[in-house]
């Protein structure tokens, strides 16, 4: 099977910085777009930024000038460095990858989320 697992979550203060982290193991033949979403309390899980294989990226509006997406293919990784934090980007913050795996085809898998709390 296939496991996303996030690291790097956090408390820090607004206009500070954080890096997320988010490694694929298992049987991965291979692994197309990855991506971040974050859902707050009372609202709907949301796109933040997503990265093809190729290193195509795309960003919401929110995210934009601010976060910055990239991926390392050979370590199955998938990264989120945050800058310039806002109160309002507190959320819980998933990773998610569409990944083919041995017998079991192209699927897209979650982690299981990080906190991210960005105090004012």
């Known amino acids: 099977q296939v496991q996303l697992v996030e690291s790097g979550g956090g408390l820090v203060q607004a206009g500070g910085s954080l890096s997320l982290s988010c490694a694929a193991s298992g049987s991965i033949l291979r692994i197309d777009v990855m991506g971040w979403y974050r859902q707050a309390p009372g609202k709907q899980r949301e796109l933040v930024a997503t990265?093809?294989?190729?290193?195509?990226?795309n960003y919401a509006d929110s995210a934009k000038g601010r976060f910055t997406i990239s991926r390392d293919n050979v370590k199955k990784t998938v990264y989120l460095q945050m800058n310039s934090l806002k109160a309002e980007d507190t959320a819980v913050y998933y990773c998610?990858?569409?990944?083919?795996?041995w017998g079991y085809g192209v699927n897209d898998y979650w982690g299981q989320g990080t906190q991210v709390t960005v105090s004012s």
């Open positions: 998610q990858g569409s990944v083919t795996a």
């Open positions: 990265i093809t294989r190729g290193g195509n990226t």
